[in-house]
Structure formats: structure tokens, C-alpha cells
């Protein structure tokens, strides 16, 4: 590949700061690096998602295979451990790794998700999901007990007049302490971004998780994705009944307690509008509609899982 050229709306992300823009300088002569090295051939148009290009390839003994380079971030450093860990067992199959260069070499899937199927369904595979990929966490993962306490001192210096209800901030801010001091926090490897868009259709199994961002952490963590994604279709019906719905069945297929997968709702839903306000607050022009928009998102959920 002699010519790469990077997505336009993945080199938008320049816009980013200098380390965006400084990465995707060098992202095509890596991509090019990567596929002499380990002996690939490219095979079809690139992906990219918020951080990560991906370039479909085929390998020496001309498997179809996926060669995904990542920016830099804390996220990713150990997706490959998580994906070794499962040895393709409900995820896709690792084949390399250069955890320096953040690149990986990932068995191809198609590019239908769960977006393609029913609610019900969907719910019900991710659930099945959580079972396979629930397993004792490894050493190399950052434990979850350690970012809830740094959240949790965030959420608890938002002033009162922050954009959404102070009530539900306070309960994040009682839950993540709890959280912190409860053993059951950390131990099992969790993907923490489970949801219809990061499990696609396969040769080798129906359906494969990918894209973790693993922690060592609990299993009732995993729910809250499942929740805000897929938003547009639970509006039209009946919101609360819809978002009930889905953790009933992710809960009970997944074999997980309906009070603790609640609490941790609660919490993430108040973490990412805590994460909208900070964003906010370092760029210029502060909130914008979609801002706004995600915390009518995060109250919502609070409110259905609450109510």
C-alpha cells in the first residue's frame, strides 16, 4: 500500500490538539510499516471508529484478517491482553500484537451488528455473551476499583447547578464510594463497552464481540451500554418499558443481580454526563446541543431504572 490515505472524517480528529495530529501524521507510514513487517496484503476499503483505523487484509496463508492500529490512550493499551485471555471464545480471535505500537492483527468479521436483529434477541446474545467473557481478570488490567474512586471525587466537586439533577449526582457520588470499598468490584475481566454496535456477525461463531477496553472489574458494570445505544428506536416505543425490558433480559440472561446492575447504571449514566461537562469546560464555546442532548440521555436512563 503505497499511497494510504486516512479517512477524511478519521483525519478530521486532527482538530483534536497536536497529539491527534501529530499521530495521524505518522498513521499511514505505520499502517505501511505494519504490513511489510508482518507479511499482509491489503483486502478492501478502511474502517475507522472514534480512535482506530482499520485496515482489512489478507495474510500469507491468505486469511482474511483485520490489521487495527490504534491512537494512543489508556483504553487500549490492554485490549490485546483481554482478547489473549479469551482466545476467541465469544471475541474475536487475536493473531498479533505490537502492544508498543498499539497495532493488532484481529480475525475478520462481517459488518452486520446487532443493530440488524430484534431487541430482545439482541439483548439476549449480548447476555450469552457475558457469560463467555466474564472469566478471572489478569494482573496486566487496571482494576475498576481504581478509576471509580477518581470519577467519584469528580462527580462529587460538580456544583449544584450542574446541568443535570444534583439528587442523582449525590446517589453516583454515595454508589461509587460503596463501590470502591466492595471487594466484588474488581476480579473479572470485563469488556465495558458491550453493546450493538461492538458485536458483529462471523464465519466462526454467529456473533463476536469486539473493541474492548477492558478493566478488571465486575460483571454488573457491563449493562449500562446496552442502554443508551440503539436510543433512537427506544424513544419511538415506550421509552421506559424499552429500557426496562432490555435489563431485565440482559440481566437475567446474563446471570447477574438486578439491584447491583442498577446501581452501576446509575453511576455510569452520571460518569458520561460528568465526562460531557469536563469536555465542555476545556474547549471554547463550552456546551453544545449534542451536550445537552447527552445529558437528557444520561437522565433518562437514571430515570427508568429508578422509576
Sequence with gaps: MTGLVVPPAFAARAALGPAWADWL???????????????????????????????????????????????????????????????G??????????????????ERAHHADLTT???????EIVGRLYRRLHVPATPQLRTLTSQVAE??????????????????????????????????????????DLHHLNVLAAEREPWLAIDPKPLSGDPH????PMLWNRWDEAVASDLRGRLRRRMDVLTETGELDHERTRDWVVFRMMCNALWAIEDAA?????????DHRWFDVSVAVVKAVLD
Excluded: C, M, N
Design 89 to 106: 471464545g465469544g471475541a474475536v480471535e487475536l493473531l498479533r500484537a505490537d502492544p508498543r505500537r498499539l497495532a493488532l492483527l484481529l
Design 25 to 87: 501524521d505518522a498513521l499511514p507510514r505505520l499502517v505501511r510499516d505494519l504490513l511489510g513487517e508482518w507479511d499482509l496484503k491489503p483486502d478492501g476499503d478502511l474502517r475507522h471508529g472514534e480512535t482506530a483505523l482499520a485496515v482489512p487484509v489478507r495474510t500469507s496463508t491468505d486469511r482474511a484478517a483485520i490489521l487495527k492500529v490504534t491512537w494512543p490512550h489508556w483504553e487500549a493499551e490492554t485490549e490485546h491482553v483481554a482478547l489473549q485471555r479469551w482466545h
Design 221 to 224: 458494570y457491563e449493562v449500562a
Design 151 to 192: 470519577w467519584t471525587d469528580r462527580l462529587a466537586a460538580l456544583p449544584r447547578d450542574a446541568p443535570v439533577p444534583h439528587r442523582f449526582v449525590q446517589q453516583a457520588v454515595s454508589l461509587g464510594r460503596a463501590f470502591t470499598a466492595d471487594p466484588a468490584t474488581d476480579g473479572t475481566l470485563v469488556h465495558t
Design 117 to 123: 436483529v430484534p431487541d430482545d434477541a439482541a439483548s
Design 282 to 290: 476545556a474547549r471554547p464555546g463550552g456546551l453544545t446541543a449534542e
